[in-house]
């Protein structure tokens, strides 16, 4: 380079940098003069709509501008670019403090000429905004020149908190993709540590529509992170409809169909949510959301963190009859069935619980479930050797009684294939509450069946049932003697009770523990004792345990069931081991 040429390019050099800081010094002004306006539009109590919307644009157009402040190019190109920006800027500015003068002092010649320049003003900032989105699409900004507004504090106020919020709304709408990425993240956190900020959102509905929008962007982080986003807000009861409302269910379900598994995930998490109302079923229907979920389902290669929700969503849709009927001709049955017997828990507990929802009450659905396998396949969960949780087992148990125990055949089946087994072990070996709906289910059944009454006493259920007749719980107490007194009407399992010492042992004991005298579960015991008395050993064993005295006071008490007992008791060559005669 010539000597003549270094003073002439040293002397550009210092005219574009003296020209950069003349630009960056409007710009402070500009954005001083903004920050002004907001905090007097706060003081106008006219034309109230048509200044929140100048407000929400002069918000945008402030995080934008102090991006720009923070740029550290001082290139020719975006010195002349800004040079013209800034100015035109501070002159719609000027204007408007000036008609928010007007309005504050209400000293507007008249409203519809105020209204009209309120609407000229709003379209300029409108077109100020519009040039701000250009310069980030043409890279003329960069994530990497956007300084970060600094989150509020927890002490912070709700102005504060909003001003937060716009800022991230300015940059998802006119940031690049790297800008927009990291405004979903940092909206996504505030979101998940401070439920505020939910309301603050919903409050500012553009960003609910900016993330509508963005679950249907062909980047798949900004579409994960949107998805994530709303997901979140669904769990708020308040806020569902209000997403509902802004036509998220057709992008949701567009992700279901073509979206990568991880987006897939965030987006079937909110639909399980939104669907908890059965009135946005339809809505889920309607844009195919049922065919892409059973797809779901029926894909061995998704994992149960896609698979579990995806059953959840069609649990909470099969309360709708037609979407019933139609996931039936799909097919869902077979498929809901293969899933009971998979690995992950969500998955077959949800599974299990659709079925249950589909086939509940309907004779046509049980047998088609019968007929796939179901029963095998719920009596497999409960196989000891198994390493389900315990929810799992509850579940499979609870839809075992609600789908098979009105039919006999279905009752048989299960005998058949070794449930009465599965019973009897986790009444004697199973976690509290699994033991707990153990108990639950046997004494349903003994209800139901006569057969299944007798292969229980044959099974050994007499011994286990007595010794959770001192149970903490009294509904564990009060069951298993419901129970009991079940089984004990079946002439051969009284004989197996009689059998053991201590069960009338047990039985007198816990008819001495019980405190109320007129109480149920008082009357139960009482009932079995009477049963127990149709044959001479049992009478025998109940006159010689010592517990005479208590079913004498009982009787004394006029308790009837203990009446009848003292005579049963004092009859023949029983009547001289009773301390008392009695008289009826």
Known sequence: MGEKEKPKQQQQQQSSAESFEAMKSSLSQVIEGISSLISLSHCIRVFTVKWQLIRKKLEEL???LMAIENCGSSSAQNIEVFSGLVPSILVTVNECHRLARACVDLSYSGKLLMQSYLDVILAKFDNHVKDLSGFYTTGILSHG??????RPGVTASKDDMRFYIRDLLTRMKIGDTEMKKQALGNLYQVLAEDERYVKLIIETGD?????????DSPEVEIQREASKIVNLISGFDLYKGFLVKAGIIGPLVRILETGNDLCKEGAVKCVQKLTVNA?????????????????????????????????????NLVG???????MVEEGAISTFIKLVTSREDLVQINSMEFLQNIASGD??????????????ALIHVLDPKSTVSSKTRETALRTI??????????????MKDGFIDRLLFFLRNGEVSVQES??????????????????????????????LLDAKSYEVRSIATTTLHSLVSIPKNRKQFIQDDRNIGCLLQSLDRDEAISGNNKKLLLSILISLTSCNNGRRKIASSGYLKNIEKLAEAEVYDAKRLVRKLSSNRFRSMLSGLWHY
């Open 320 to 326: 709708v009859e037609e979407i019933k009927r139609f």
């Open 438 to 467: 153990t108990l639950k289910v046997t004494s349903r059944l003994c209800c139901a069946s006569e057969e299944a009454k007798k292969a229980m006493g044959d099974a050994g259920f007499i011994p286990e049932l007595v010794k």
């Open 62 to 64: 402030s995080s934008g």
């Open 145 to 150: 020149f956007a300084i970060v507004v600094s």
């Open 401 to 414: 009684e609600d789908l098979c125990f009105s039919s006999q055949n279905c009752i048989n089946m299960l």
């Open 207 to 215: 960003i609910v529509n900016v993330l509508v929008q963005f679950l």
């Open 363 to 376: 004779e046509s659905l049980t047998r088609i479930v019968v007929k796939e396998g179901g029963i095998r």
């Open 279 to 315: 009135d946005n079923a339809w809505s889920v229907s309607a844009h195919g959301g049922v065919t892409a979920l059973l797809k779901i389902c029926s894909n061995g290669d998704f994992g149960g963190e896609l698979i579990g929700p995806a059953c959840g969503v069609l649990r």
